[in-house]
């Protein structure tokens, strides 16, 4: 093992296959700045180049852009409150606060340094143990994929700033939404409308892009016309302290193994353990007041707990030839093209392929982490850019990467209505994190219900019978009544506070 992984690393950093390396990382960081061009889009336009190339190089560029992919779409998210990827969302909440206060370098480092810690730990696990968490993947079956996403929909009550019930009025939007399109089960079409473009449901991309990158245009836009001088704003150029490393680092670890975890779990992909290692951070902090509001701690959480998946997604497709999530599937393909199976054979015929993409992997997140600390004082000049100039760069890009998903008008139109949606909904003061929550857990977590009902003849004993299950379930009332107690605390607190 130890011989082959040497042997990966020396491959890895030769002037061969570091050069398509980098190419890949920094290639995946641009395209997941850019809303709508997600990781996944980024691997799937590369593949048909790596037809001709050599099957270590080949994957090594792929990988390279799925890890840079991932921590690129925090640039956006930071800087202009526009998530590049679904997976960056849970970012916006303390990272834009951060940029806001002048602190966007700081949120910057931050979020490099959480990805690398969450990458890094994901490719070591990945390396050690990549057949036992395997083993415990396969264990999951319709009724855990079911409380699985039951626990992550309980974190809309988290993520709802200071009133729950806007948060859970904003969580059933988005559940409504998930049920538009052909019925999982039946195929019998629901509110489609015979809107041909609506049977196959909402694509989340076009309503991320609205939700957060054309109602945040729109509410620069009012300011715009409502000051009478714009200013553009001040920033420091300091990044993250000694403190804040110190701050950071255990949610850091903590989360990137969650991260690894979930991205064992197929289907499970990286927005999802994003918002739940973010709510699991936010429950077990002194001071869990602080998150939405600039904390270090929530900005690593969700950064290096999307960034764990990149290793446990491959932990599936590499030892059982089955993906974890978009990008492994992608990946597969690629793997096929080059003529090599996926599965327990992979590693006794082709353990240089297996050990040079493990090699890879640690040095494209040593190469993420240079670029995303060296392009710091280059992304930060994005928010010097004047307003007037940078809202109609924001809605075409936002254009563009809506109607790139399918070529389709329609999801641009999805993307215009969510982005009204959003910003109505910024004035009332509810959030739209829920409705994105919702949207991406409710078609898993109706689809596995019933197919649960279906295995177990109807009955719900499933929930109790099965102890991975079982354990979710117990976890999402935990979670639950630990926000409830902590909005309670915080009532009190702040009560105290006026009194005083």
Request: proline share 5%; with cysteine; net charge neutral.
């Amino acid at each position: 093992m130890f011989e082959y992984l040497i042997d990966g690393l020396a491959t890895a950093v030769s002037f061969a296959v570091l050069p398509v390396l980098v190419f890949g990382v920094l290639g995946g960081v641009i395209l997941g700045a850019l809303p709508g061009l997600t990781a996944t889009m980024g691997v799937a336009i590369l593949l048909p180049f790596t037809f001709g190339m050599e099957p270590t190089s080949a994957l090594v560029m792929l990988i390279g852009v799925y890890i840079g992919g991932i921590y690129g779409g925090s640039i956006a998210a930071i800087l202009l409150k526009t998530p590049g990827t679904p997976a960056s969302a849970a970012s916006v909440l303390d990272g834009h606060t951060m940029a806001v206060r002048g602190q966007a370098a700081r949120a910057l480092s931050i979020s490099a340094v959480a990805s690398f810690i969450g990458g890094l730990l994901s490719t070591i696990v990945l390396i050690a143990i990549a057949p036992k968490l395997a083993t415990f993947a396969l264990r999951f079956n319709a009724p855990e994929y079911f409380a699985l996403a039951l626990f992550g929909l309980t974190i809309i009550a988290s993520v709802s700033s200071n009133n729950i019930f806007k948060g859970l009025l904003a969580g059933t939007i988005g559940l409504l939404v998930s049920t538009v399109g052909l019925d999982p089960i039946s195929s019998v079409p629901r509110f489609t409308f015979d809107i041909m473009d609506l049977y196959s449901g909402i694509n989340v991309i076009p309503v991320l892009i609205g939700l957060f990158a054309l109602s945040e245009a729109l509410n620069q836009l009012e300011k715009l016309f409502s000051e009478k001088k714009v200013v553009a704003p001040k920033f420091d150029h300091k990044l993250l302290s000694k403190s804040d490393l110190k701050e950071m680092l255990p949610t850091a670890i903590k989360s990137g193994l969650m991260g690894t975890t979930i991205g064992s779990v197929p289907g499970a992909g990286a927005d999802i353990s994003a918002f739940v290692c973010y709510n699991e951070a936010k429950r077990s902090s002194k001071n869990p007041e602080e998150f939405g509001k600039g904390s270090v701690r929530g900005l690593a959480a969700a950064e290096s707990g999307n960034n764990g998946v990149t290793g446990g997604s491959l932990v599936p497709l590499l030892t059982l030839g089955v993906p974890g999530d978009a990008v492994a599937a992608v990946l597969l393909g690629a793997l096929i093209v080059q003529g090599l199976t996926p599965g327990p054979l992979l590693f006794a015929q082709n353990p240089e392929v297996v050990y040079g993409v493990f090699s890879s992997m640690l040095v494209a997140n040593l190469v993420m982490l240079v670029i995303g600390l060296l392009g710091i004082r280059f992304f930060c000049r994005i928010i010097e850019v004047p307003k007037i100039i940078m809202i109609p760069i924001i809605v075409f890009l936002s254009i563009v990467g809506a109607y790139a998903i399918n070529n389709s008008m329609f999801d641009v139109g999805i993307a215009i209505g969510f982005g009204l949606l959003g910003f109505i909904l910024t004035k009332l003061d509810i959030p739209s994190s829920p409705i994105l929550l919702a949207i991406i857990l409710g078609p898993m977590a109706e689809t596995n219900l019933r197919k649960s009902l279906l295995m177990y003849d109807g009955s719900w004993s499933f929930l109790y019978e099965r102890p991975i299950a079982l354990a979710f379930i117990v976890l999402a009332v935990f979670s639950v009544y630990s926000t409830l107690k902590m909005k309670k605390k915080q009532k009190q607190k702040q009560t105290y506070e006026h009194h005083d």
